[in-house]
């Protein structure tokens, strides 16, 4: 028995036919705004470089705490490290109002896992990287991506996990990560401090190396901050540092032209 | 006469472009691969042996798909013991056989001496950097027979012996002395896998020419614009072999 | 004087959903075996991006598949075949026949026609009637069943040295004797290896480390491995067709 009075032969009425379940009317195109959505075409304010990595007891990701508008340094102690449950942390480059989304959409993973606290499993960093990645890539498949390239890195179970993911949802893992200039600049570092080197390397060790490689980039990346933040995740879980100051020497300026005080 | 005049001043018209344009127009060559380069298709290899070398080319001359001959020869004898090899604009391969032609009969004159292979690839490559903004598109290969006289301190005859001498050139004379095998041409990227998986240093004349045979054959049969016959040169102290192969014609 | 529309007009790049990752794969179907491996480095542009990134995956105990291109959409894929493949387990309670993957992954690429996957996909492994197998398939699903293929970067240098090793092209029999249609399994391996090596000495984006999988027919012994070293079975029973996997180093520039 066909229950749907429309499929008697019944006259289209529009003035209800809208609001019925079956068949599903083609509603009238009443969005307004349509014309006005505007989707992520470029990226607008910017974070640079995130560097990560593998060290004996867990993984660290640094960033500084520049949010640029173009060439303007436009947000100066903006927070790209961000923790995501109790394994992980995450890092963005790219547009930052994208990164704060995600930040609020993980927030809200988070939130509505408590549900289900007691089933005796939890996010971990490998969960959130494959969350994460499924966002991205599904986003750009709708032409309308999330702006960014992402390092999670994160401790669980007695593994470290290191990975990247980004606006395509391209990804991948590795010993060592670095986005933006940070892939030219310290990632040929970073490889040579630390591949082969992962099960050896105290927290002190890895601390100094990112140090390192953020002054390198402080010093060649015009879109960079002498103030950063790491992130570490070990077995305690993990941990972000507040803003600090990156110690930087410019005393060999004072012999080259156009770097020092010299006028002529 | 006036239709003449009309498209001068028409000419002159569409020169003046605005900066924009340029820039436009620049990206959009970078795109563009040289099209040049593939108008007439064929592929060159040479190859090192122990005390030989071989030198071998496909036979086809197109224009873009349409294969228009099939005894199109891109390898020319320079002297006895010395052939170079030239991919690349059809209509550059004649030029530069010729310009070739004369100035090493030039040097031979000269110098009264038959020029070495070591001086003959200086000479393609100055000859080919004197056009630098407006080259030449043609990559050369040399394959020769380097003489090396030695005389005895005892005062006996002296000896010569032959080393084997191959180079590459880009379309502005950038010289490459491989030690292995030199490819040009449509096929080049096919040429490196198979040169790279077959080649192997000390063979002797036949298993060289049995190498770059089957490297050259099996190329240019994955290759739309190269193919439709080969030749191959086996240069050895005392003589060269020239063999035409038969090849797939499709 | 040219028209100034186009010329004022701002230059705007639109997002560009796909990328390339470099790498090659490679599959050799032998008379009860086939091969199927693939180079483990990811690259982006002039940058290696990681130097172990699987492009080779175990579908069921008889089929493994290979995917080169654009690796957001290679990875994407694998998983939707692999859980494609685990409903047909659930309904029908045996693993999907090689030749019928085959034709899934022609109409899964095909479904997306219009925005496809930028992936290179070659399917290996052990057909119901017990032979080696290599499907290939391009990006929106057109396919065919060969005994030998290459894909993604190195391709062009790679299959016409197929062509010579595999299929004897250009290479005339002894007079009497015809070209084995087949080749035993420790010859394709150093074939597989060989084309490898060579690719990594003159292409930029292939090299770190080979992963190759060996597809066993049912009732084949490892006739042929012994000399192997470090090979590991992936197979889920011994008594059905074996997958095993075996990881070489490639030079790392």
């Known amino acids: 028995m066909d229950h749907f009075p429309t499929n008697w032969g019944r006259p289209r009425n529009d003035a209800f036919d809208h609001y019925n379940t079956y068949p599903i009317p083609v509603r009238p195109q009443n969005n307004a705004f349509a014309d006005s959505v505007q989707r992520t075409q470029q990226p607008i304010v910017t974070g640079t470089s995130v560097l990560g990595l593998k060290y004996k007891d867990g993984i660290m990701i640094a960033s500084d705490t520049l949010a640029s508008y173009g060439s303007l340094a436009r947000f100066k102690d903006i927070k790209r490290l961000h923790q995501v449950g109790d394994f992980t942390a995450i890092g963005a480059s790219g547009d930052m109002s994208d990164f704060q989304a995600l930040q609020r959409d993980l927030e809200s993973l988070i939130i509505s896992e408590e549900v289900t606290e007691q089933d005796g499993h939890k996010l971990g960093p490998k969960e959130i990287h494959e969350y994460l990645s499924n966002v991205l890539y599904g986003k750009r498949c709708k032409m309308d991506p999330l702006w960014n390239s992402v390092i999670v890195g994160g401790f669980k179970d007695g593994e470290r996990f290191l990975a990247y993911v980004d606006l395509l949802g391209t990804t991948y893992t590795s010993s060592t990560i670095a986005t933006g200039y940070g892939a030219y600049i310290a990632q040929p570092l970073l490889r040579k401090a630390v591949e082969g080197k992962e099960d050896v390397l105290t927290e002190a060790e890895a601390r100094k190396i990112l140090e390192d490689c953020l002054r390198v980039l402080f010093y060649r990346d015009a879109r960079s901050l002498d103030k950063y933040q790491i992130a570490t995740v070990n077995a305690s879980g993990p941990s972000i540092s507040d803003s600090i100051k990156l110690e930087t020497s410019w005393g060999f300026a004072e012999g080259i032209r156009g770097y020092g005080a010299q006028t002529q | 006469m006036a239709r003449g005049r009309t498209r001068w001043w028409w000419k002159r018209e569409t020169r003046s472009v605005t900066v924009t344009q340029v820039t436009r127009s620049l990206e959009d060559s970078e795109e563009r691969p040289n099209m040049a380069m593939e108008l007439n298709g064929g592929s060159v290899i040479a190859m090192v042996g122990k005390n030989c070398v071989a030198i071998a080319s496909d036979l086809r001359l197109g224009n873009q798909a349409l294969t228009v001959a099939t005894n199109f020869e891109k390898i020319f004898p320079v002297s006895e013991q010395l052939y170079i090899g030239l991919c690349g604009l059809a209509t550059d391969v004649e030029t530069l056989r010729e310009r070739f032609r004369f100035l090493v009969n030039m040097y031979t004159i000269k110098e009264s001496r038959a020029i070495s292979p070591q001086a003959f690839a200086h000479l393609v490559s100055s000859t080919l950097y004197e056009k630098r903004f407006g080259p030449y598109f043609i990559e050369p290969v040399i394959a020769g027979l380097e003489p090396i006289t030695t005389t005895p301190t005892d005062g006996s005859a002296p000896t010569t012996e032959f080393r084997p001498f191959i180079a590459g050139a880009d379309v502005i004379g950038c010289l490459n002395f491989a030690k292995d095998f030199i490819v040009t041409g449509t096929a080049s990227d096919k040429l490196f896998g198979v040169a790279e998986g077959l080649w192997e240093p000390d063979l002797g004349p036949e298993d060289l020419f049995e190498t770059i045979s089957q490297t050259l054959l099996n190329a240019v049969d994955r290759d739309a614009y190269s193919g439709w016959g080969a030749v191959v040169h086996v240069i050895t102290p005392d003589k060269v072999v020239s063999r035409t192969l038969k090849a797939r014609m499709d | ?253």
């Open chain 3, 1 to 253: 004087m040219p028209s100034m529309e186009h010329v004022a007009h701002p230059q705007q790049r639109a997002f560009n959903p796909y990328t390339e990752n470099g790498g090659t794969i490679l599959a050799i179907a032998g008379a009860d075996f086939t091969v199927i491996a693939g180079d483990t480095r990811q690259s982006e542009g002039y940058s290696i991006q990681t130097r172990y990134a699987p492009k080779v995956f175990r579908l069921t105990d008889r089929a493994v598949l290979a995917v080169n291109g654009f690796a957001a959409d290679g990875n994407m894929f694998v998983k939707k075949v692999k859980q494609r493949l685990e409903w047909y387990r659930h309904a029908h309670a045996k693993d999907m026949p090689l030749r019928a993957i085959a034709r899934l992954i022609q109409t899964m690429l095909y479904a997306q026609r219009f925005f496809p996957y930028y992936v290179y996909n070659i399917l290996g492994g052990i057909e119901d009637d017990g032979t080696g197998a290599v499907y290939s398939f391009d990006p929106v699903g057109s396919y065919e069943r060969e005994a030998c293929r290459a894909a993604g970067a190195a391709q062009s240098l790679v299959q016409p040295f197929l062509d010579n090793q595999i299929y004897f092209k250009n290479q005339q029999a002894a007079p009497g004797q015809t070209h084995p249609s087949h080749l035993p399994l420790p010859d394709v391996l150093s074939i597989v290896i060989d084309s490898f090596t060579s690719a990594t000495e003159r292409h930029i984006e292939v090299g770190d480390g080979l992963e190759m999988y060996i597809v066993l027919a049912k009732g084949r012994n490892t006739q042929g491995m012994e000399s192997l070293h470090g090979v590991q079975e992936l197979s889920s029973k011994l008594d059905g067709e074996r997958v095993f996997v075996v990881r070489r180093e490639l030079k790392k520039d």
